[in-house]
């Protein structure tokens, strides 16, 4: 084909590379500080992604084990999705999530072929979740307001946040000077964000992130990365109690500790009276109404657009307690899935999640202590986190969150197989 032929002939692999490395950068950096910014530039991204995989430039991927059956569970949500457009009359916004985390494979093929400066993507990530942090922090402190976001819906952005500092951490462990202080700045400051959003659920991930990042440091402990200079220990000391010293100026007056005591307090009233509406309350009876819509159908689901009408069905017949309030979501990810469109779509989520899981963990046990093994700990970190989140929300129905999900998934696995094949 002679115009694939010139455009292979007049563009470098190298410029390729940078074009990528670019549009990661933009894309980081301005995804919290202007808005809809992320929809634009990702979308950017994906185009060029489909050109260099279409016109094959580069290195190609060996599609072993671990991408075929990642593949495979990303082909059968589209498949699903399908199904109940074809079958069910559904509509084809049905197919728009399970399409969205299919565009994971042509970045990450990009990706493998043509590589990715990952200095771009760890200083767009700083420099824009810094710029955020000072936004909020202005949005809270001295505008009053007590869920500060930047315009976003709290909760992806926070979810969103601690995946950057989760990413960010675990580039700040391994690298050295001044790119280490910069990392760890940057992890500080995303923190700060998920703290002045006031999301419970966002924190509930710091839980298992933190025992994650413990037991990887445990079973690796032969190789002893995490023993320090005595400078940058000390100072890492005085940036721990900084932070929590900020950190805890921040709480009292984010009010989220009043909150976390609002949940608790929540959970005894909902055994007293399921009835009563809170936002506790209101996801219990969702998940009760996602329950029980699985014994009834097991394998399809209820359907995207006959849920509304069967939740109201639901509440009518005293089943469950919604009042007037009918969520768009049932407040999780697992029984979301379950609730529209049946077991399989639920077990495709936990697949995702595991095939992921494993790819990053399989890294971590074999390869040494360098840029590898940092990028294999903050994808673990990010799926770990995502996981949680799963639980009480939806973020892989959130645009923010997903399409966060998709670029991050598809840079730091396509990293890791271009390292595999010697490519870097």
Known sequence: MPIKNLLKASLHDKRWHVG????????????????????????????????VVALRIGNSLAWDREIRWLMSILVAGVAIGLMHVLLGGESFTVVERPLKLLFILPIMLAIVRVGVQIKLLQFGLVLGVVITALIVGYQHHIGGMLRAANGYNPLPFSEVALTICGVLSAFC???????????????????????????????????????????????????????????????????????????????????????ISQAFSSITTYKEDPSSISSVGIRLNLWQSAWIS???????????????????????????????IYWAHTHSDYFDSLQRYGLPSMLLVIALYVALFKIFLSVLRRSAIGEQFSLALGGLLSVVGYATFS??????????????????????????????????
């Not at 894309?27 to 050109?51: G, P």
């Not at 969150?401 to 595999?420: H, Q, Y």
């Open 391 to 424: 639980l009480t929300e939806v973020p892989l129905r959130n645009g923010l969150t997903l399409v966060f999900f998709v670029v991050l998934m598809a840079v730091l696995v396509g990293m890791l197989k271009r390292r595999e094949l010697g490519f870097d």
């Open 20 to 51: 990528i490395s670019s549009l990661l950068f933009f894309l980081m950096t301005f995804m919290f500080v202007w808005d809809r910014s992320y929809n634009l530039f990702a979308a950017l991204l994906l185009l060029l992604s489909l050109v």
């Open 294 to 324: 699985f014994q009834e159908n097991p394998i399809v689901g209820v359907g995207h657009a006959s849920r509304p009408q069967y939740l109201r069905d639901l509440n009518a017949d005293g089943r469950v307690s919604l009042g007037d």
């Open 173 to 259: 462990l391994v690298d050295r000077g001044w790119r280490s202080w910069m990392l760890g700045v940057g992890a500080i400051a995303a923190f700060y964000c998920v703290i002045v959003s006031g999301s419970r659920g966002t924190l509930l991930a710091v839980i298992p992130m933190l025992l994650t990042l413990i037991l990887i440091a445990w079973f690796r402990r032969q190789s002893c990365w995490w023993r320090l200079r005595q400078s940058t220990l000390a100072g890492l000391v005085v940036v721990l109690v900084l932070t929590s010293l900020g950190g805890s100026i921040v709480w009292k007056s984010s009010g989220i500790g009043e909150r």
